[in-house]
């Protein structure tokens, strides 16, 4: 009996590849699974924010660029700070199915320790005016990679989690992991105004209206924090056999009609959040000349990281449906209050009002990302639990496994879908009125406020959540 208690015992130790998970059996949850679930979600959210920040890294260099002698031109800053939504977008489609397939522990250090490269080419580029647009838009396109790592981060902590806490477990994660926008909106403009790194970062480039600054520390200042993550998550975390599934396992995700249902609603949610993240600096420079963008674009996407995790834990309280029609109303009536503000004709806006609805609709944004990702675990078992109700303990524990594997691809697939707003939303800022883009997304809203209440929250629903 010793042996066999050292042997489970150390199964779970960190490190190791744990073979059996049974997070939805209280004795097992109170004397083992809570405890290595919560070192798994610690080490995943700075890992997480860290690969934001990179992500997100380029929004706050580009707008430099000019400053110290690049002599690019504002389509092609636009181009630099949109790349990395494409590659983000594009990356977690891929992420999405190789983290189970790779195992989350390996590939959480192993996609974390790579964003040490773009990070490091970033910070020698940008000593040079020379260099040419091509490199950078290639490191732009590196740097995206960053925002890839939701998509298999997400969809691994939710393994570990019973039912009941999975909403605040991913509010966790991918709220705190979002703040990683808000830190490099923050420090970075901060960092380069002096040379805190030293001789072996480079010296200061002169900016051309004179004073130095020291660009390659808004790049430089992270690969530290990222090779320690790496080590972190290598040694303590844990790859969970149950959560291994090979792509043929996972495709068939695309034949299930809630994963496109749900990708819509969190389009609606998180793609605002990125999006808004990635174009409120440039709305503030261009829509408000007198306002410095530095000093207030970061605080709409902190709020909207912070009631992220708020949102999850509402949801386990209230139910993820509820929580996710609030969202859509609030960040409706948020925007219409942005509309109101915004300078239209000769009527020079008011830009306290802009702001605060603004602001509004990254908390409503935040409350609806934690809830759309509490949603989706809870509608794939109550689905496989009701196809396996009467069939005895072998298959309820089948349809456990299944709904696990296939809520994770989902959560990861709905990820990648939405990271395009990083890239769209700005778009269409740049190519469209502000008011006519704005009227738009409040439009959306209504057609994903008209879903989720059909599907997820009307008495009678088919799929309550």
Same mark, same amino acid.
């Given at each position: 009996?010793?042996?066999?208690?050292?042997?489970?015992?150390?199964?779970?130790?960190?490190?190791?590849?744990?073979?059996?998970?049974?997070?939805?059996?209280? !004795?097992?949850?109170?004397?083992?699974?809570?405890?290595?679930?919560?070192?798994?979600?610690?080490?995943?959210?700075?890992?997480?924010?860290?690969?934001?920040?990179?992500?997100?890294?380029? =929004?706050?260099?580009?707008?430099?660029?000019?400053?110290?002698?690049?002599?690019?031109?504002?389509?092609?800053?636009?181009?630099?700070?949109?790349?990395?939504?494409?590659?983000?977008?594009?990356?977690?489609?891929?992420?999405?199915?190789?983290?189970?397939?790779?195992?989350?522990?390996? *590939?959480?250090?192993?996609?974390?320790?790579?964003?040490?490269?773009?990070?490091?080419?970033?910070?020698?580029?940008?000593?040079?005016?020379?260099?040419?647009?091509?490199?950078?838009?290639?490191?732009?396109?590196?740097?995206?990679?960053?925002? !890839?790592?939701?998509?298999?981060?997400?969809?691994?902590?939710?393994?570990?989690?019973?039912?009941?806490?999975?909403?605040?477990?991913?509010?966790?994660?991918?709220?705190?992991?979002?703040?990683?926008?808000?830190?490099?909106?923050?420090?970075?403009?901060?960092?380069?105004?002096?040379?805190?790194?030293?001789?072996?970062?480079?010296?200061?480039?002169?900016?051309?209206?004179?004073?130095?600054?020291?660009?390659?520390?808004?790049?430089?200042? *992270?690969?530290?924090?990222?090779?320690?993550?790496?080590?972190?998550?290598?040694?303590?975390?844990?790859?969970?056999?149950?959560?291994?599934?090979?792509?043929?396992?996972?495709?068939?995700?695309?034949?299930?009609?809630?994963?496109?249902?749900? /990708?819509?609603?969190?389009?609606?949610?998180?793609?605002?959040?990125?999006?808004?993240?990635?174009?409120?600096?440039?709305?503030?420079?261009?829509?408000? /000349?007198?306002?410095?963008?530095?000093?207030?674009?970061?605080?709409?996407?902190?709020?909207?990281?912070?009631?992220?995790?708020?949102?999850?834990?509402?949801?386990?309280?209230?139910?993820?449906?509820?929580? /996710?029609?609030? =969202?859509?109303?609030?960040?409706?009536?948020?925007?219409?209050? @942005?509309?109101?503000? @915004?300078?239209?004709?000769?009527?020079?806006?008011? #830009?306290?009002? #802009?702001?605060?609805?603004?602001?509004?609709?990254?908390?409503?944004?935040?409350?609806?990302?934690? =809830? $759309?990702?509490?949603?989706?675990?809870?509608?794939?078992?109550?689905?496989?639990?009701?196809? !396996?109700?009467?069939?005895?303990?072998?298959?309820?524990?089948?349809?456990?496994?299944?709904?696990?594997?296939?809520?994770?691809?989902?959560?990861?697939?709905?990820?990648?879908?939405?990271?395009?707003?990083?890239?769209?939303?700005?778009?269409?800022?740049?190519? #469209?009125?502000? $008011?006519? =883009?704005?009227?738009?997304?409040?439009?959306?809203?209504?057609?994903?406020?008209?879903?989720?209440?059909?599907?997820?929250?009307?008495?009678?629903?088919?799929?309550?959540?």
């Amino acid at each position: 009996m010793t042996v066999t208690t050292s042997r489970r015992k150390d199964s779970y130790r960190p490190g190791s590849t744990i073979g059996e998970w049974h997070p939805e059996d209280p !004795a097992f949850w109170q004397s083992t699974g809570s405890k290595v679930a919560a070192r798994n979600l610690w080490v995943s959210v700075p890992a997480l924010m860290l690969a934001f920040v990179v992500w997100q890294v380029w =929004s706050v260099t580009v707008v430099q660029l000019s400053k110290v002698g690049f002599t690019f031109s504002e389509s092609q800053k636009f181009w630099l700070t949109a790349i990395p939504g494409l590659t983000g977008g594009i990356g977690r489609l891929f992420y999405t199915f190789i983290g189970p397939v790779a195992g989350e522990r390996r *590939w959480t250090a192993f996609s974390t320790i790579i964003l040490v490269g773009p990070l490091l080419w970033l910070g020698f580029a940008v000593q040079h005016p020379s260099t040419p647009y091509w490199v950078m838009a290639v490191i732009a396109a590196l740097c995206g990679i960053g925002g !890839a790592n939701f998509s298999s981060s997400m969809a691994n902590i939710g393994f570990f989690y019973p039912k009941q806490m999975k909403g605040n477990a991913n509010g966790i994660n991918g709220g705190l992991g979002n703040l990683g926008v808000s830190v490099v909106q923050l420090l970075a403009p901060l960092v380069i105004t002096a040379g805190i790194l030293g001789a072996p970062a480079g010296g200061p480039q002169h900016k051309k209206a004179g004073g130095d600054v020291w660009l390659q520390n808004s790049a430089f200042l *992270w690969i530290p924090l990222l090779v320690i993550m790496a080590l972190l998550a290598w040694f303590l975390m844990n790859d969970l056999k149950v959560a291994a599934a090979p792509f043929s396992q996972q495709k068939i995700i695309f034949r299930r009609k809630h994963n496109w249902l749900m /990708t819509v609603l969190y389009v609606g949610t998180f793609g605002s959040f990125i999006g808004f993240a990635s174009a409120l600096p440039n709305l503030i420079n261009n829509t408000f /000349t007198s306002y410095s963008a530095t000093t207030y674009a970061w605080v709409g996407p902190f709020l909207g990281a912070m009631f992220r995790w708020a949102g999850g834990w509402i949801s386990d309280k209230v139910g993820g449906a509820r929580c /996710t029609i609030i =969202s859509f109303i609030g960040m409706a009536a948020s925007l219409i209050v @942005v509309i109101n503000a @915004v300078p239209s004709g000769g009527d020079k806006g008011n #830009f306290w009002t #802009f702001y605060i609805g603004f602001l509004c609709a990254f908390i409503f944004s935040g409350i609806g990302n934690g =809830s $759309t990702f509490r949603q989706i675990p809870v509608i794939f078992l109550n689905q496989h639990r009701a196809a !396996a109700a009467g069939r005895g303990e072998a298959a309820l524990a089948e349809a456990q496994h299944q709904a696990e594997m296939e809520s994770g691809a989902v959560i990861g697939f709905s990820a990648a879908i939405a990271a395009f707003g990083f890239f769209f939303i700005p778009a269409m800022f740049a190519s #469209f009125a502000v $008011t006519a =883009s704005l009227w738009v997304f409040v439009g959306y809203y209504a057609l994903c406020l008209g879903v989720c209440w059909w599907f997820y929250a009307r008495p009678g629903a088919e799929a309550p959540s």
